[in-house]
């Protein structure tokens, strides 16, 4: 499952990215406790985009085989990373500066990290996590169902990736085709949550009926599935401008991005609000999905950044 | 979801393009749409010229392409119709007139009259000679269409009609209608209708025009004084008309539903245009967050429309899900109308059509967009068909269901 969407030259299924969006919205759907996310669609398609072929060539098989985990270090703390505050720096090959968080850095083999070059010039590099020099700690969130680290880089060894593309318009290349991928797990989380909603306010009896036939219940559970249903048509797009690599790739992901993160967060929140007080407790699995929506909400960047982008985009179009 | 037409539905759409180069006015501007839906103050305005075009479209072949050949259709898959409409909606074609008869109307008579008044009606129908309306709400039955109380007596060969419908689009300029009525009050709610249709010429038929807020008056009020109705013109047994009229609802369906205001692009080029108090209205952060929500709100509509063409093409039937489409879109033109007078401040408020962007286009539908929200369905009841239909939650408990419908509560009592 792990080498589905790794090329079949480089040890993998060589499947498409329509393949890779189903497994997405299971992935979501189930809250796999994986770094599948971080492994697949931020560092192998960061190889994809920019590797040269002896980075391919020495990480991606041992992707598809299981035996390495990938993570994006890009945030530096409480505050947006953008091309032009990011700290961490580069000289002569040796990287050094810190990141946090990192999703799925206490265990990843290698990091694909942003950082700016003595130049100024901010992009991507490829550290070995297990070399010299790299620091590692775990660090608590809101979703303790993915782990995340604070590294330190003290002048580990880093490689430039930017075969092709490079820069910052690799990392926005790159968080874009996540956005689609982390789109689809929202919408399976989105379902998931609603199906849950749904399953308790039928079995669920107040005032002599099942809750679930009063209408401030029913326009709730309406209002969650059209969410998922606008979000779920936003992602086919997105996928689709994915698996052709089209044009309109930056306008759909950006949408998919917004409607399936609002539609997660809104699925999420709601289902504890239907569950009442036992969707407050921890036995429940409610709140997993309630920190789930949280974190792939900020993961790539916040909605209102997306919203930003969005339009951006459609202004450079017009 | 295939974002592509197939060989023969891309032939097909290069013969519309073609066809209505040839023979439509094209618009200047995408939120004509609405303008041209009933075009006139009272809808009388555009009425012979968009006969005489559903003529020329009749006698094309396009006018009912998924109707059976014998009554002028092509007994085309519905994907076909969704195509014609997507081309027909660049051009100025005032189709309002004739959907409740084609979409609503006709298909109900199709699946419960005589092969004599199919004959009859059908094909002076589908070339807009004749005109059809619906006289279905009353002032104390909407939402709660069953509730209807106008009654139907039968004596002899005839039916005898007295009371009164409301909200019925188009009375005032149609020459046939259908209509549900209550012909057994001692019935259950739903057991005791019966279904017609008849002449708006029929003597004791008093139309009023109802004026709306937008000051158009496009719907009436319509009375029936001993209405005379022979027994040959009831569509379906004695007693049966609800389900008739769930089939007429169906098809309403599918023939409602497009926003008919300006839409995202409207927006999104006024505030590319407008300025405000700390420069270009696009440059300010909630204007662009605002913007982004509507731009996926459209985005997913449509796009959920393409999810349904592809059911279609595949010769499935798409489901009730359709119905997310009006529950975004007509609030959505609200908050756009609203929306858009705030970016211009203090002008907002201006209606005249030479200083108002777009012709006013914002502030019409402004005054338009709240019936949007109620007819064919109000977001209330959308919701619940969405919740019952779609998500299989049980029915609202009611108290109406088993009682003789006489003894139903009403405010009255």
């Known amino acids: 499952m792990i080498g589905t969407a790794v090329p079949e030259p480089y040890g993998g299924a060589g499947f498409g990215y329509l393949e890779l969006c189903v497994l997405a919205e299971e992935l979501g759907r189930s809250l796999a406790p994986t770094p599948f996310a971080s492994t697949i669609y931020l560092a192998a398609e960061a190889l994809l985009l920019a590797g040269s072929d002896a980075q391919k060539k020495r990480w991606l098989p041992r992707i598809a085989q299981a035996e390495a985990i990938g993570c994006l270090a890009l945030a530096e703390g409480a505050h947006v990373a953008t091309a032009h505050n990011i700290a961490t720096r580069v000289t002569g090959g040796r990287i050094s500066g810190t990141k946090l968080p990192v999703m799925d850095g206490d265990v990843a083999d290698f990091a694909v990290v942003a950082a700016a070059e003595s130049s100024g010039r901010a992009g991507l590099f490829l550290v070995d996590l297990k070399g010299e020099g790299v620091t590692r700690t775990s660090v608590s969130t809101v979703d303790p169902t993915r782990s995340h680290a604070r590294i330190v880089f003290d002048g580990a060894a880093a490689e430039p990736l930017g075969a092709g593309v490079g820069g910052w318009p690799l990392v926005e290349r790159l968080l874009d085709r996540a956005a689609v991928l982390v789109a689809f797990e929202q919408v399976g989380g989105a379902q998931a949550a609603l199906d849950m909603a749904r399953e308790y306010a039928l079995g669920r009896f107040a005032f002599g009926r099942q809750i679930a036939s009063f209408q401030a219940i029913k326009h709730k559970l309406a209002d969650m599935y059209v969410g998922v249903e606008l979000a779920r048509s936003n992602a086919y797009y997105g996928a689709w401008a994915l698996s052709k690599d089209a044009k309109e790739l930056p306008v759909a992901a950006a949408a998919a991005r917004v409607a399936a993160s609002e539609a997660y967060y809104q699925a999420a929140k709601e289902n504890i609000q239907i569950h009442g007080g036992m969707g407050f407790t921890w036995e429940f699995d409610c709140h997993l999905h309630y920190r789930r929506a949280k974190l792939t909400g900020l993961m790539l960047g916040s909605t209102r950044r997306w919203k930003d982008l969005l339009i951006a985009r459609l202004e450079a179009a017009a | ?413």
């Not at chain 2, 012979?48 to 392409?65: C, H, I, S, T």
């Not at chain 2, 006289?135 to 039916?159: I, M, V, Y």
Request: hydrophobic share 40%.
């Open chain 2, 1 to 413: 979801m295939d974002f592509d037409d197939t060989r023969e539905e891309a032939e097909f759409r290069k013969e519309v393009r073609q066809w209505l180069a040839a023979n439509a006015e094209p618009k200047s501007g995408a939120f004509e749409t609405w303008q041209s839906r009933y075009p006139g103050r009272d809808g009388y305005e555009g009425l012979e010229r968009a006969k005489e075009f559903q003529a020329k479209k009749a006698d094309a072949g396009f006018a009912a392409l998924h109707w059976p050949v014998e009554w002028g259709g092509r007994a085309l898959p519905p994907i076909y119709q969704v195509i014609y409409s997507q081309e027909e909606t660049k051009y100025l074609v005032a189709r309002g007139y004739f959907e409740i008869g084609l979409g609503m109307c006709m298909p109900t008579l199709f699946a419960f009259g005589t092969e004599e008044q199919k004959r009859r009606h059908a094909p002076v129908a589908l070339r807009g000679q004749e005109v059809w309306c619906q006289l279905f709400s009353e002032p104390g039955a909407g939402s709660d269409l069953a509730g209807l109380r106008t009654r139907a007596q039968k004596n002899g060969d005839e039916w005898v009609i007295n009371g009164q419908k409301i909200w019925t689009s188009g009375a005032h300029w149609a020459d046939w209608a259908i209509l549900v009525a209550r012909s057994d009050p001692k019935a259950a709610k739903h057991k005791g209708l019966t279904f017609f249709f008849l002449s708006m010429k029929t003597p004791g038929i008093e139309t009023r025009r109802i004026k709306q807020i937008s000051g158009a008056s496009h719907f009436n009020e319509v009375y029936f004084t001993d209405v005379r109705i022979p027994d040959s013109q009831r569509l379906g047994a004695v007693g049966a008309g609800w389900g008739v009229a769930i089939t007429t609802l169906m098809n309403e369906r599918l023939t409602s539903g497009d926003l008919r205001g300006p839409d995202f692009e409207e927006i999104f080029g006024l505030a590319r245009s407008v300025g405000l108090e700390d420069g270009p209205a696009i440059k300010n952060s909630a204007v662009r967050e605002r913007l982004a929500d509507i731009y996926v709100k459209t985005q997913g509509v449509r796009l959920t429309r393409f999810r349904t063409m592809t059911a279609l093409s595949r010769g499935e039937t798409p489901g009730p899900e359709n119905s997310i489409g009006k529950l975004v879109n007509a609030p959505k033109a609200q908050e756009i109308a609203s929306f858009a007078m705030d970016l211009l401040d203090m002008g907002g408020v201006v209606m005249d059509k030479d200083t108002a962007p777009l012709r006013a286009a914002f502030q019409e539908s402004l005054l338009s967009s709240p019936g949007g929200r109620i007819a064919a369905g109000t977001d209330e009841i959308l919701r619940n068909i969405i919740a019952e239909r779609v998500l299989g939650l049980p029915q609202d408990v009611r108290v109406d269901r088993d009682l003789p419908f006489d003894e139903l509560p009403t405010g009255a009592r």
